[in-house]
């Protein structure tokens, strides 16, 4: 009979909330007969979806370990992938970013714990798309609506980024307090996009001061021509501005990172305090510019230095090179062997020719962990007999040569094994990658100009990765008046609720199925029974009972609540399904879905 009542009206987890109940009250709500009445008060505000706490969906994955292997943090993975490139993705990938969920959620079938980043820009606003939930929209509208938002100069007009057509936000602030709505607004929503879209974290595009300073800007603001006023006025806004996103996302909880895009780290008379700028950050042009355009000795060391600073701060850090082209070996060893120079514990790497999915042999380079700890002064790994930079590793050593001339090395004192790299690049749709490492013995070495070079004391590599085991639990679905992720109401509006589940190759595996409800402003639970009856709960998942215990099925769209008119507020729906055993396991492996309703 439960299973007849599913396939006909859906399991998903819906909550009403009654203002006249307290929380040690149980109250049973019979889901057929919630229609027209509200059954009480359910909390207001909308806004406090961004302090709700789920474990189910709120906390942030774990960042891996980089201390023995390189671990690649992907720029944008392509949409619509194979099920063979999911699979490549999810076991050599340790995250990207800028994915819609379901983009997300069919990666995370083969390992739980892949990072994803929400996007978008950290100080700048234009008609630029990003993701929101599962869908790539923008908050154009809304922000462009309100000038005081807007960084004006002199002539009062806006300050406009030029090459990427966006204006400039005011983040000024004066005796503690910002000067204008756009800081708040900025932390609240982009809170609530990372967890909508199921997100560990932001990249917060554009921040530094690099990428909108001296000429980028038409018009521009005097604080951008000038260094003197970019040091005693816009950079200690910035840096109050990006202490407020970072306490907020402390003090949230969930673990979000931000993650702001540092720049190339190169600006020397840039006074901004990167160690508090946020929990890490992104290094654009990391080594060197792309595409044989190299940085002098001297940026290159500059840049090397401001992050080995910050990777002995233990800050999360995406080092990303722009490769200009797959079959460039030169920079592509030199980018890998700088990155191994500054490598820490959370340290990531990216090669980047726009080809799609990609991916190449020099991730693969077993070094094992370095012999010391990051240096606290860059310069003591410079090597002056040899006129190179030079680390230690547990197999091996790396060597840079970031100047114009070549350096020859007569003697390295012991054989080492030279690695090449061949391959690499696009993965395919079949998942195949072809790309491979080769070695060669040699007791000397001339280090051309602008290049690396890694040598193992030995070619014992470890086994290939297996490839990951799905979790194997299908794809809920659960809409709002038909939409997905968000929907608002205009009371008294009614508001019908559907499932659906689309099991796949998961079918016949036993689950728990579960559906959840939230009113956001008195932070109130209800769970579905299996006799399709709504239980008020503290909010303690391990008082849940699952809406339906069996097999995975194709359930198609099914209506649990219809026509139904709820007090004004925020209002949180979920459907989830895990590992048959009673208990809703909100450490996974689990699949879930949720949409969020405003009732304004």
């Not at 951008?224 to 970019?230: G, K, V, W």
């Not at 233990?314 to 191994?340: E, P």
Request: net charge negative.
């Amino acid at each position: 009979m439960i299973l007849k009542a599913l396939k006909a009206q859906a399991i998903v987890g819906k909550r009403e909330r009654n203002n006249s109940l307290h929380k040690n009250h149980t109250r049973t709500i019979d889901a057929s007969r919630c229609r027209r009445t509200a059954g009480g008060r359910l909390a207001t505000r909308a806004a406090a979806l961004l302090m709700a706490v789920w474990p189910l969906l709120a906390q942030a994955r774990p960042w891996p370990d980089s201390s023995d292997r390189i671990v690649v943090f992907a720029d944008q993975l392509p949409e619509s992938m194979s099920t063979q490139q999911r699979q490549f993705s999810a076991s050599r990938l340790a995250g990207t970013q800028k994915m819609r969920v379901s983009e997300i959620r069919a990666l995370r079938v083969y390992n739980a714990d892949f990072l994803c980043l929400h996007y978008q820009l950290g100080l700048g606003c234009g008609a630029h798309p990003f993701i929101i939930g599962d869908e790539w929209a923008s908050d154009w509208d809304y922000v462009n609506s309100r000038e005081s938002f807007f960084v004006h100069n002199a002539s009062s007009a806006r300050v406009h980024q030029t090459a990427w057509n966006w204006d400039l936000m005011d983040i000024t602030s004066s005796g503690g307090s910002f000067n204008t709505a756009f800081p708040e607004y900025w932390i609240t929503s982009c809170l609530y996009r990372v967890a909508l879209n199921e997100n560990d974290g932001v990249f917060a595009d554009s921040f530094t001061v690099d990428s909108y300073s001296f000429g980028q800007c038409n018009p521009s603001h005097e604080w951008l021509e000038n260094i003197d006023l970019c040091r005693n006025n816009w950079i200690p806004s910035l840096q109050t501005y990006a202490a407020a996103i970072k306490n907020r996302f402390d003090a949230d909880g969930r673990n979000f990172l931000f993650l702001p895009n540092l720049g190339a780290l190169i600006t020397s008379w840039d006074t901004t305090d990167y160690n508090r700028l946020g929990h890490g950050g992104m290094i654009e042009s990391f080594c060197f510019w792309g595409n044989d355009s190299y940085l002098s000795a001297e940026d290159w060391a500059l840049q090397m230095a401001n992050i080995n600073t910050l990777a002995r701060s233990n800050q999360v850090l995406l080092c990303q090179s722009y490769i200009g082209a797959v079959a460039n070996y030169r920079d592509r060893m030199f980018a890998t062997a700088s990155h191994l120079l500054i490598k820490g514990s959370r340290t990531y790497f990216f090669m980047l020719a726009d080809e799609g999915l990609e991916y190449y042999p020099e991730y693969e380079i077993t070094l094992g962990r370095a012999l010391s700890g990051l240096p606290s002064d860059f310069n003591n790994l410079w090597h002056p007999a040899w006129g190179v930079y030079r680390r230690d590793y547990t197999n091996g050593i790396v060597l840079v040569n970031p100047g114009g001339t070549e350096a020859a090395i007569s003697s390295l004192g012991s054989q080492y094994w030279l690695v090449s790299a061949s391959g690499g690049g696009a993965v395919p749709s079949n998942g195949e990658y072809t790309g491979s490492l080769s070695y060669t013995a040699i007791t000397s070495l001339t280090l051309a100009a602008h290049s690396g070079a890694i040598l193992l004391a030995s070619t014992n590599n470890p086994p290939p990765t297996p490839t990951p085991t799905p979790t194997g639990l299908g794809t809920p679905v659960i809409r709002a008046n038909g939409e997905t992720n968000e929907v608002s109401i205009n009371h008294p509006g009614a508001a019908s609720i559907t499932v659906e589940m689309n099991a796949g190759e998961s079918a016949g595996v036993e689950a728990d199925w579960w559906a959840l409800a939230l009113a956001h402003g008195s932070g109130e639970w209800y769970y579905l029974d299996g006799s399709m009856q709504w239980h008020l709960f503290s909010g303690n998942l391990a008082e849940c009972r699952p809406a339906y215990q069996g097999a995975l099925f194709d359930l198609p769209a099914a209506t649990i609540l219809s026509g139904f008119i709820l007090p004004r507020g925020g209002y949180s729906f979920y459907f989830g399904v895990d590992r048959r055993d009673g208990t809703l396991n909100a450490e996974g492996p689990i699949e879930y879905d949720s949409v969020y309703v405003v009732v304004q």
